[in-house]
């Protein structure tokens, strides 16, 4: 856990809480607290996101981006 990045999970989580509509903000989220050491914490929103219908993702022009960054982030869980 770096300390230049030590307050990121707590920033990420609190603009994802604020703009639910904004479904990348929950991507963000995953690989922040992913990255940060929090696997616990990291696992819920990926679980939230990928389900076996697929990724939930708006089908936007984030949809690739984010399908990526779940992707990265559950490999840094090791479960990709």
């Known amino acids: 856990n770096s300390s230049s990045t030590s307050g990121l999970p707590d920033f990420v989580e609190a603009t994802a809480t604020a703009n639910p509509q904004l479904t990348i903000w929950s991507v963000a989220l995953a690989g922040a607290l992913a990255a940060a050491g929090r696997t616990a914490d990291a696992r819920k929103p990926i679980e939230a996101l990928v389900t076996p219908e697929g990724v939930a993702l708006p089908d ?18 090791g479960v990709a």
């Open 60 to 77: 936007a022009s984030l949809y690739f981006t984010g399908a990526v960054f779940l992707g990265e982030a559950a490999k840094l869980l």
